[in-house]
C-alpha cells in the first residue's frame, strides 16, 4: 500500500509513532496533486510553501515532545468558500477573484487549533450554487473515477481530491447535498452535520438555514476525527447548539447493537438506476447480516423537497448576495468605461429621432451611474446559475408572491421535518441511495436547470429537515462509485459514524481508488 | 368660525439606544470617531460573517416599550429589509417586520400653559433595528465623488410608529418633547437631534369637513426635520399646502400614491422627493441567522419595577406631595430626575415647597443656565439652600437680601447661611426697634406723615432708604407696614 493510500487515522499513527514527517507527507500530497490535478482540477489553488511551513513547524514541536493538536500534522483541503486569512476565497466566482477575508471562519480556527496542516483550496460550484462543480467560474472539477464525468457537487474539489488520494481529509459544505452527492459521485465517505453542529461562522453563505460544513474522508473513522475537531458551539454563531461534541473517534469502531434501519419507500421509486438500487439493496443486506432490522417507512412529503429547496435556498440566496455590489469589496465594473457608455446613451436618447418630450422621458428612465454601477458589476461579476437562482429568489419574496412561494415553501419544509420525526419514532437510521445515477458527462445537463435541480432529490430533505446525513461508497456500475446514504435523527453524528464504520469494516469499497493516468 | 380641516399626525421616531457596543457586534458606538474606525468584519458585511444580538440594546428596548405602556411579546423575530445603498453594506437591513418585540401602547400629553388639551397618544409599535452607515456627497468643483463611514452601521435603533391621534403641530411637538423626556429619564438615549441619535418623520393628512362629512386628503411623509421646531413648522407648511391643493384638486385618500416629501429649514417649505425612492419593495423576510428572541412575563414585571418615578407620575407627585403648581411642577421635572431630586431635598429641608419651587426656578436656574452647569455641579447644596430659605421664612434676613446678598456670596465662597449671616452682622432686628426708627423717620419727615395720613400709603416707600442706611438688617416690608401702622396716631 502506497502512503497515500492510507486512510487517515492510519497516517496519523505513523506521524505519533515517529514513522512518518508531515512534511513528508505534506510533500507527497503536494506530488500527486501535481501529477494529477491538471486532469481532475479539484484545487482552486495550493499553497505548497504555507503547507510545508505548518508541516515543518508541527514536526519540530513534535520532535521537541510538545502535546500535539488532535490532527497532528494531517493535511486537509479546504473548500473555497471558508475564510482564511491567509488565503483569497474566491467561493468560485469571478465577483471574488481577488477578495481576501480579513478573519479565520471558526471551523479554519479549529483546524488550525488542531494542528492540521491547510493545504490548498478546493474547487466548487459558484457560491456553492449547482451539483456538478460545473459552475465553478474556474472550471469544472472532473470525476477521478473517469475525467469525462463530473465529481458532482457543489464540494465537488473537496471529493475528488480525496478520492484522487491527493489529501486524507478535506472540508465542504452541504446546503442541499453538496457534501454527501459528491462524496457518492467520487466514492468517499462524507457527512452533512445536524444544522447548528459546526460553526458557520466565516463560510460565505449561500442559504442561512441549510448551510453546514462537514468533512469528507476515506472512511467514517477519519471523518469522525476531522467532525470531532470542527464541532462545537460558537458564541459567533447564533445558529450553532451549544451541545456536547461526542468523542466521535474514540466510539466511531463500536457497532451499533439492534440496529433499525428504515427503508422509504419514495426512495426506490422510478427514476432510481438499476445499478445504483442494486448496489443500496446489497448494503442493506451487508446490515441485517450484522444483526439490523429493516422498517418500511415512508416519507411523504420528501417529493416536494426539490421544489421547496429552489424557493427557500435561493431566496435566501438573493439576500446574502446582494452585499458583491462592487461597493465595498469584490468587482466592481471598470467605472470608466461605464460612465462613458452610460454617456453615449444619454447623448444618443437626447439626439435620436423621438420627439422632445418623448426624449426626456427615456432620459429619465436611465440608470443613475450609482445603479448602473451596481447593475453592470454584478452582471460581470456572477455566473449564470448565480443570476438564475438570485432572480428566483427576489421574485419568490417579492410582494404578492411572498405567500404563495416563501411562506409556502416554509409549511412544506416544517411537514418535511414532520415525516422525518413520525419515522424516527420507529427507526434509528432511514438508509437509501444518494443518487439515482452515477456520475454523468461533464455538459450532459448544462442546458437544462431543471434536470440539474432533480440531482439533489434524496439530499435536499435532509438540509430542510435539519437533520445529519453521511454517504459511503457502496458499490460501483460500469467503474464508477456508488454510494448509500444514512440519516440520522438530529445530533445523531455519532450514530452515523458508528452505522458507516460497521459497514466498512465487512467491505472494502471505501479502500478502492481510481487509476489515474 | 371652526376650522375647515382638521390635521391628523402620525409620527415615526428612530432613537439610537445608549449602547456601548453596536446591536449585532462588539464595536464601539461612540459619536465623533474618525470615519470607519469603529468597524469590524461583522458591521462592514464582509463574507461569511454572523450576527449576534447585543441583549443589552434589547433590555434598553424593552425598558422603554414598558414604560410607553407598551405589550409585550413573549415571542419576537428578525427580518431582513433588503435594499441597495452604498451606505448598507450587506445589501440588507436587520429589523423586525411582523413580529415586533412591543406594540399598542400609550403616551399622555398635556400643557400646563394650555396650549393644547390633554391627550392620550397611542403607540402603534416600537421595535429594534440597525442603523446604516452614513454617506458623504462631497460636489465640490463639480468632481461628484460620495464617500461612506460605516462607524454608524449596526448602531441600535429603536423605532416608535405613534398612532395618527396627534391633532395639530403643537401636539406633535408635545408628543415628541414628552417622548424624549421619558426616554431621558430611562437612560435609554441622549436624545441628541443633531448627532442623530433621535430622528423624527411623520406622517400627515387632512380630514376635510364637508356637509357630507369628513373626507381624508392623501397621506405625506415627511423627512429631513432636524429638531423639534423644524417639526411644527413643517407640520404647519404642509397642513396648509395640501389644504390649498385639496381646494385646488379635490384629491382624496387613495386617489395618488403615498407621498414623500423633505422639510427645506432655510426655505421653510417641503419638497416631492423623488418617486424612485419611494416605491421599493423591501422583500422582508425572516432573518436565518438570528434565533427569536423571548421574554417572559416575569422579565417583563422585573423591568416595570425598575423603572423608576416616571415623568407623569413625578408631575402629580410634585403637585400633591408640595403643592406646587402644574406649571411648577412640569418645569422642574422636564429639567430631568437630578434637578426633581434637589427640589425634593430643598423643599423637605426648607418646609415650604412653593418658596423652593420659586428659589428653583428664579435662582438656581437661572444661575445654572448661566454658568452652563448641570445641578450636580451646582455649588450650593440641597441642605445649605433650605437652610437660607428657612431663615427667610422665620424672618431673619429679609428675602432681597437673602437673594442679592446671602445667596451670592454662599454660590462663590460655598459657606453655609449661617456662617454668611454672622460674617455680615446680618441679624434679626427685633419690633420694638423697628417701631423706634419708624416714628423717628415718620416725624423726620413730615410731608410723607402728612401724605400717609391722606391715604398715599406708598409714600412711605421714600422712607426705606434712609432706614436701611441706618440698619441694613431691616425687612423693608415690615418697615412699611409698621410705618402704615402707625402714622395715623402721630
Ligand atoms: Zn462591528
Known amino acids: 500500500m502506497t502512503l497515500l493510500e492510507k486512510t487517515a487515522t492510519e497516517l496519523l499513527a505513523d506521524l505519533a509513532a515517529g514513522r512518518l514527517s508531515s512534511a513528508e507527507l505534506v510533500r507527497a500530497c503536494l506530488e500527486q496533486i501535481e501529477r494529477h490535478d491538471g486532469a481532475v482540477h479539484a484545487f482552486l489553488r495550493v499553497d505548497s510553501e504555507r503547507a510545508l511551513a505548518q508541516a515543518k513547524a508541527i514536526d519540530e514541536r513534535r520532535a521537541r515532545g510538545d502535546k500535539l493538536g488532535p490532527l497532528g500534522g494531517l493535511p486537509v483541503a479546504i473548500k473555497d468558500l471558508l475564510c482564511d486569512r491567509d488565503e483569497l476565497c474566491t467561493c468560485g466566482s469571478r465577483m471574488l477573484e481577488n477578495f481576501r477575508p480579513p478573519y479565520d471562519a471558526a471551523v479554519i480556527e479549529k483546524i488550525k487549533a488542531a494542528d492540521g496542516v491547510l493545504l490548498g483550496r478546493t474547487n466548487l460550484d459558484e457560491f456553492a450554487m449547482g451539483g456538478s462543480t460545473e459552475n465553478s467560474a474556474f472550471g469544472p472539477t472532473c470525476n477521478p473515477w473517469d475525467t469525462t464525468r463530473i465529481a458532482g457537487g457543489s464540494s465537488g474539489g473537496a471529493a475528488a481530491c480525496v478520492a484522487a488520494r491527493m489529501v486524507p481529509l478535506s472540508i465542504g459544505t452541504d446546503t442541499g447535498g453538496s457534501i454527501r452527492q459528491p462524496a457518492g459521485l467520487c466514492g468517499v465517505t462524507g457527512l452533512k452535520p445536524t444544522y447548528g453542529r459546526v460553526s458557520r461562522y466565516g463560510l460565505v453563505a449561500f442559504a442561512s438555514s441549510l448551510d453546514q460544513i462537514g468533512p469528507l474522508a476515506q472512511s467514517a473513522e477519519d471523518a469522525a476525527l476531522l467532525l470531532e475537531v470542527i464541532a462545537g458551539h460558537d458564541p459567533r454563531d447564533s445558529t450553532s447548539v451549544p451541545k456536547e461534541v461526542p468523542a466521535y473517534s474514540k466510539s466511531v469502531n463500536k457497532p451499533l447493537a439492534g440496529l433499525r434501519l428504515g427503508i422509504a419507500r419514495e426512495h426506490f421509486a422510478a427514476g432510481l438506476d438499476a445499478e445504483v438500487e442494486r448496489a443500496v439493496r446489497e448494503a442493506i443486506k451487508v446490515y441485517q447480516s450484522l444483526g439490523a432490522k429493516v422498517v418500511d417507512i415512508s416519507l411523504p412529503h420528501g417529493k416536494y423537497g426539490v421544489a421547496c429547496y429552489y424557493v427557500i435556498a435561493p431566496s435566501e440566496a438573493s439576500s446574502n448576495l446582494a452585499r458583491y455590489d462592487g461597493v465595498h469589496y469584490g468587482h466592481r465594473t471598470d467605472v470608466r468605461i461605464m460612465s462613458e457608455a452610460l454617456e453615449a446613451e444619454r447623448a444618443a436618447l437626447e439626439h435620436g429621432s423621438a420627439g422632445r418630450a418623448a426624449a426626456e422621458a427615456a432620459v429619465a428612465q436611465l440608470d443613475t451611474p450609482l445603479v448602473r454601477m451596481y447593475r453592470q458589476s454584478r452582471a460581470e461579476g456572477f455566473g449564470p446559475e448565480v443570476k438564475r437562482r438570485i432572480m428566483l429568489g427576489t421574485y419568490a419574496l417579492s410582494a404578492g408572491y411572498y405567500d404563495a412561494y416563501y411562506l409556502k415553501a416554509l409549511k412544506v419544509r416544517r411537514l418535511i421535518r414532520q415525516d422525518y420525526d413520525t419515522a424516527f419514532k420507529d427507526v434509528d437510521l432511514i438508509v437509501g441511495p444518494v443518487t439515482s445515477t452515477p456520475a454523468f458527462k461533464i455538459g450532459e445537463k448544462s442546458d437544462d436547470p431543471l434536470a440539474m435541480y432533480l440531482v439533489d432529490l434524496y439530499t435536499v430533505s435532509a438540509n430542510l429537515a435539519g437533520v445529519g446525513g453521511i454517504v459511503v461508497p457502496c458499490g460501483q456500475s460500469n467503474g464508477l462509485p456508488i454510494g448509500l446514504q444514512l440519516q440520522a435523527p438530529p445530533f445523531e453524528e455519532e450514530r452515523l459514524l458508528r452505522a458507516a464504520a460497521m459497514y466498512q469494516r465487512e467491505t472494502d469499497w471505501h479502500r478502492r481508488a481510481p487509476t489515474l493516468a | ?490
Open chain 2, 1 to 490: 368660525m371652526t376650522a375647515p380641516y382638521t390635521t391628523i399626525i402620525g409620527l415615526e421616531i428612530h432613537v439610537q439606544l445608549a449602547t456601548a457596543s453596536k446591536l449585532f457586534c462588539g464595536c464601539s458606538t461612540r459619536f465623533g470617531a474618525p470615519p470607519n474606525t469603529q468597524t469590524c468584519q461583522v458591521c462592514i458585511g464582509m463574507p461569511g460573517v454572523l450576527p449576534v444580538m447585543n441583549r443589552r440594546a434589547f433590555e434598553l428596548g424593552l425598558r422603554t416599550a414598558v414604560a410607553l405602556n407598551c405589550q409585550i411579546a413573549p415571542f419576537t423575530k428578525w427580518d431582513r429589509k433588503n435594499y441597495y445603498y452604498p451606505d448598507l453594506p450587506k445589501g440588507y437591513q436587520i429589523s423586525q417586520y411582523d413580529l415586533p418585540f412591543s406594540s399598542e401602547g400609550w403616551l399622555d400629553i398635556s400643557d400646563p400653559k394650555g396650549k393644547i388639551e390633554p391627550r392620550r397618544v397611542g403607540i402603534i409599535r416600537a421595535h429594534l433595528e440597525e442603523d446604516a452607515g452614513k454617506s458623504m456627497h462631497d460636489e465640490a468643483a463639480g468632481q461628484a465623488d460620495s464617500r461612506i463611514d460605516l462607524n454608524r452601521t449596526g448602531t441600535p435603533l429603536l423605532e416608535i410608529v405613534s398612532k395618527p391621534d396627534m391633532r395639530s403641530p403643537a401636539e406633535a411637538k408635545a408628543f415628541l418633547t414628552e417622548l424624549k423626556l421619558l426616554l431621558t429619564y430611562l437612560g435609554v438615549s441622549d436624545c441628541n437631534m443633531q448627532e442623530g441619535s433621535l430622528r423624527v418623520d411623520a406622517n400627515v393628512n387632512l380630514h376635510v369637513h364637508t356637509p357630507d362629512g369628513n373626507v381624508p386628503t392623501p397621506i405625506v411623509e415627511i423627512k429631513n426635520m432636524n429638531s423639534f421646531r423644524a417639526v411644527e413648522r413643517a407640520l404647519a407648511y404642509e397642513a396648509e399646502r395640501q389644504w390649498q391643493v385639496w381646494q385646488e384638486t379635490g384629491q382624496r385618500l387613495g386617489q395618488v400614491p403615498k407621498q414623500t416629501r423633505g422639510w427645506d429649514d432655510q426655505a421653510n417649505v417641503t419638497r416631492g422627493q423623488r418617486h424612485k425612492e419611494e416605491s421599493s419593495d423591501y422583500r422582508y423576510f425572516p432573518e436565518p441567522d438570528l434565533v427569536p428572541a423571548t421574554v417572559t412575563a416575569a422579565e417583563v414585571e422585573q423591568v416595570r419595577a425598575e423603572l423608576g418615578e416616571l415623568p407623569a407620575a413625578l408631575r402629580t407627585r410634585l403637585e400633591s406631595t408640595y403643592g406646587i403648581t402644574p406649571y411648577d411642577s412640569d418645569v422642574l421635572v422636564n429639567q430631568g430626575r437630578e434637578l426633581v431630586a434637589y427640589f425634593i431635598a430643598l423643599a423637605d429641608g426648607a418646609g415650604d415647597g412653593k418658596a423652593a419651587a420659586n428659589w428653583l426656578q428664579q435662582d438656581v436656574l437661572r444661575e445654572l443656565n448661566a454658568r452652563d452647569l448641570s445641578i450636580d455641579k451646582f455649588p450650593v447644596s440641597a441642605a445649605r439652600l433650605a437652610e437660607l430659605i428657612a431663615l427667610v421664612k422665620k424672618g431673619d434676613i429679609d428675602h432681597t437680601r437673602a437673594r442679592e446678598v446671602v445667596f451670592v456670596e454662599m454660590l462663590s465662597s460655598g459657606k453655609s447661611a449661617a456662617d454668611v449671616l454672622r460674617e455680615k452682622g446680618i441679624e434679626r432686628v427685633d419690633e420694638s426697634e423697628l417701631e423706634a426708627l419708624a416714628r423717628e423717620l415718620l416725624a423726620a419727615n413730615p410731608k410723607i406723615l402728612a401724605d400717609i395720613k391722606q391715604g398715599t400709603t406708598k409714600a412711605a416707600g421714600a422712607l426705606i432708604g434712609q432706614a436701611k442706611k441706618r440698619n441694613p438688617n431691616i425687612s423693608p416690608n415690615r418697615l412699611l407696614e409698621i410705618c402704615l401702622a402707625i402714622a395715623p396716631g402721630m
